[in-house]
C-alpha cells in the first residue's frame, strides 16, 4: 500500500491544511501552531498549542487564568473530514498577554491513570479483568483482548504487596497495566475516550514508504545489536525455594567471530516459563533497534504508531520494513504541515 497522502500525485499541486481545536466540546477560533506527538504504546501521547487570545472574545486571558481542568481535542483536515489526532487535557498554560497569545500543552487521557496511585488488590483477576476495570474508573471504553492467566500467578508471594500497602506509594495504575502488558506480550495505550489492552494489530501489508516522499531521512545501526544477543532472566522464586535461570539468544552476526552481547535481567518469584517468556520478549526488543530510521516529510493524517512501512530507494541494507515508534506533527502559519516519524526494525528475532 502507498501512502496516501498525496505527497507523489503530480496532481495535488498546492494542499490546504486546516486545524480544528475544540476546548471542552466548543470550537475554539485563533489556532496558530500546534504540535503532536503521537508515541509507541506504554507512553501518552503529548500536544502543544498556541492560541491568539483576541481571536476569541469568550475566552480571554481571564478565562484561561482561571481553568482548572479544559479537554482539547486537535484535528487536521487536508481537503475533507478532519481527522483527530489527540484527545486530552492540559497541563499547563502559558497566557503571554503583550504577545496576544495563549500556549497549552498536555497529554492524552492515560496521564489520569500515569498519576493516580495503584489502589486494591487484582490477585484473582486476569490482566484482561484489571484492565477493564481500571478503564471503567476513569471512565474509559475498554478495548481489551481476553486473557486467562490470574495475575496472581505473575508475582506468587509477592503479588499483594505489588498493588497495596508501602509498595503501592511508588507503583500508579499505569505501571501496573504496562508490567501486565509486558506480561501477555500486548501494548497498552488510550487513544480518544478507549483503553486499548491488546496485541498490537500488524495485520496487511505494509505501507510503502519511498525515500523521493521525503524531506530528510536518518539511518541508524547500532553494530553492538547487530552482533549477537544473549538474553538471560535469573529469578529466585520464594515459594518454591527454586532458582530459575532462563536464557534466550540470537546470532545476527553476517560473517564469523562476532561478539555476543549478554544482557541480564534479575526479576523475582518467576516460573520457568514465565521467566522464559520474559527473556524471549527482551531479546524480540532489543533486536528491533539495531535498526532505527528517523523520517521527516510533508504532514499526512495515515500513519500512526504501531504501523508497519516499507522503506524504498536507498539501495542500501535498510531498504525493509519497520514498525512506526512514533509520528510528531506540526502545523503553523509559517512552516505548514510538516512531520517527523521514528520507526525500528519490523523483523524479529528468532
Not at 91 to 104: K, M, Q
Request: proline share 3%; hydrophobic share 40%; net charge negative.
Amino acid at each position: 500500500m502507498q501512502l496516501s497522502s498525496g505527497l507523489l500525485d503530480p496532481s495535488v499541486a498546492v494542499r490546504y491544511p486546516r486545524l480544528r481545536v475544540l476546548a471542552n466540546g466548543d470550537l475554539v477560533p485563533g489556532a496558530f501552531e500546534a504540535e503532536v506527538m503521537n508515541n509507541s504504546h506504554f507512553a501518552a501521547d503529548r500536544f502543544r498549542l498556541g492560541l491568539v487570545l483576541s481571536a476569541d472574545p469568550t475566552r480571554g486571558r481571564a478565562w484561561w487564568a482561571h481553568q482548572d481542568d479544559v479537554l482539547i481535542d486537535i484535528a487536521i483536515s487536508l481537503g475533507g473530514d478532519y481527522v483527530n489526532l489527540l484527545h486530552g487535557g492540559v497541563d499547563s498554560v502559558e497566557i503571554d498577554p503583550l504577545g496576544d497569545a495563549v500556549r497549552l500543552s498536555g497529554r492524552d487521557l492515560s496521564a489520569e491513570l500515569i498519576e493516580a496511585r495503584a489502589q486494591g488488590t487484582f490477585a484473582n483477576q486476569t490482566s484482561s479483568d484489571v484492565a477493564t476495570t481500571l478503564a471503567g474508573r476513569y471512565g474509559l471504553s475498554a478495548d481489551v483482548q481476553a486473557t486467562t492467566t490470574p495475575v496472581g500467578r505473575y508475582w506468587e508471594l509477592e503479588h499483594d504487596s505489588l498493588v497495596l500497602d508501602g509498595f503501592a506509594r511508588a507503583t500508579t495504575e499505569w505501571d501496573l497495566l504496562v508490567t501486565l502488558a509486558q506480561y501477555e506480550g500486548f501494548g497498552v495505550w488510550v487513544q480518544g475516550t478507549t483503553l486499548h489492552f491488546r496485541s498490537a494489530n500488524t495485520s496487511g501489508p505494509p505501507t510503502v514508504l519511498q525515500m523521493a516522499e521525503l524531506s530528510a531521512l536518518h539511518l541508524e545501526r547500532s553494530l553492538t545489536l547487530a552482533q549477537g544477543i544473549e538474553v538471560t532472566v535469573k529469578s529466585w522464586h520464594s515459594r518454591a525455594a527454586q532458582c530459575t535461570v532462563q536464557t534466550a539468544s540470537v546470532n545476527q552476526a553476517s560473517g564469523a567471530g562476532g561478539t555476543t552481547q549478554s544482557y541480564v535481567y534479575i526479576v523475582p518469584n518467576l516460573t520457568p516459563d514465565v521467566a522464559l517468556k520474559l527473556a524471549q520478549q527482551r531479546l524480540v526488543e532489543l533486536t528491533q533497534h539495531e535498526r532505527v530510521i528517523v523520517a521527516e516529510m510533508p504532514g499526512e493524517l495515515s500513519l500512526a504508531p504501531g504501523q508497519q512501512i516499507l522503506l524504498q530507494g536507498t539501495g542500501t541494507a535498510f531498504d525493509r520494513t519497520y514498525s512506526i515508534d512514533s509520528v510528531e506533527r506540526r502545523l503553523d502559519v509559517s512552516h505548514g504541515f510538516t512531520q517527523q516519524m521514528r520507526g525500528r526494525n519490523a523483523s524479529t528475532a528468532t
